[in-house]
T-cell receptor
Framework: GAGVSQTPSNKVTEKGKYVELRCDPISGHTALYWYRQSLGQGPEFLIYFQGTGAADDSGLPNDRFFAVRPEGSVSTLKIQRTERGDSAVYLC???????????????FGPGTRLTVL | RKEVEQDPGPFNVPEGATVAFNCTYSNSASQSFFWYRQDCRKEPKLLMSVYSSGNEDGRFTAQLNRASQYISLLIRDSKLSDSATYLCVVNGNAGGTSYGKLTFGQGTILTVHP
């Protein structure tokens, strides 16, 4: 079946611009996660949704970052007034149910590579 | 101090070698532990979960020591295709609303050469 998909695969923008990154989770997965991965580092948690609501947004670095999942499926990560330090690969993952255990694997999408010039 | 610490390597080993990676974590309340594999410019993929009793999957063996907050991965008979970054991962919180959060180590780079 189809895995997690993310669009665009690459996004180049200028400092100060607004960007939206989209994630389509695996059909039927109720939990959706956003992570950010900088070069040479492991992914860093940003936010996680259970259904339509953000269950934990503790990883969002500041109020320029916002994410929504209005119908409990597709999610959009929004970044306002982008800065060069926002450049990274933004990864989305989904799981059948919330939680991180041996029976509830998080499946990752291919990521969106964001470059802020 | 990082929540999950790994030696970034790189580890360069010949085919057929045995190689071991180690990882320590700081949150004693963590409940679930994993090794993920990430190929260059690809997404992370679950390699295996790690259980307290230790577990094996083919050439891969994972160990967990809760008392020392230490996780290991052993790869026997290395193949060229094992070349990748190996990420040590723990779940972020023991309970509450955040138990879906994965915390990743920096990753250990492995290159297996002929």
């Amino acid at each position: 079946g189809a895995g997690v998909s993310q669009t665009p695969s690459n996004k180049v923008t200028e400092k100060g611009k607004y960007v939206e990154l989209r994630c389509d989770p695996i059909s039927g997965h109720t939990a959706l996660y956003w992570y950010r991965q900088s070069l040479g580092q492991g992914p860093e948690f940003l936010i996680y949704f259970q259904g339509t609501g953000a269950a934990d947004d503790s990883g969002l670095p500041n109020d320029r970052f916002f994410a929504v999942r209005p119908e409990g499926s597709v999610s959009t990560l929004k970044i306002q007034r982008t800065e060069r330090g926002d450049s990274a690969v933004y990864l989305c993952a989904s799981s059948l149910r919330p939680g991180a255990n041996s029976y509830n694997e998080q499946f990752f999408g291919p990521g969106t590579r964001l470059t802020v010039l | 101090r990082k929540e999950v610490e790994q030696d970034p390597g790189p580890f360069n080993v010949p085919e057929g070698a045995t190689v071991a990676f180690n990882c320590t974590y700081s949150n004693s309340a963590s409940q679930s532990f994993f090794w993920y594999r990430q190929d260059c410019r690809k997404e992370p993929k679950l390699l295996m979960s790690v259980y307290s009793s230790g577990n094996e999957d083919g050439r891969f063996t994972a160990q967990l020591n809760r008392a020392s907050q230490y996780i290991s991965l052993l790869i026997r008979d290395s193949k060229l295709s094992d070349s990748a970054t190996y990420l040590c991962v723990v779940n972020g919180n023991a309970g509450g609303t955040s138990y879906g959060k994965l915390t990743f180590g920096q990753g250990t780079i492995l290159t297996v050469h002929p």
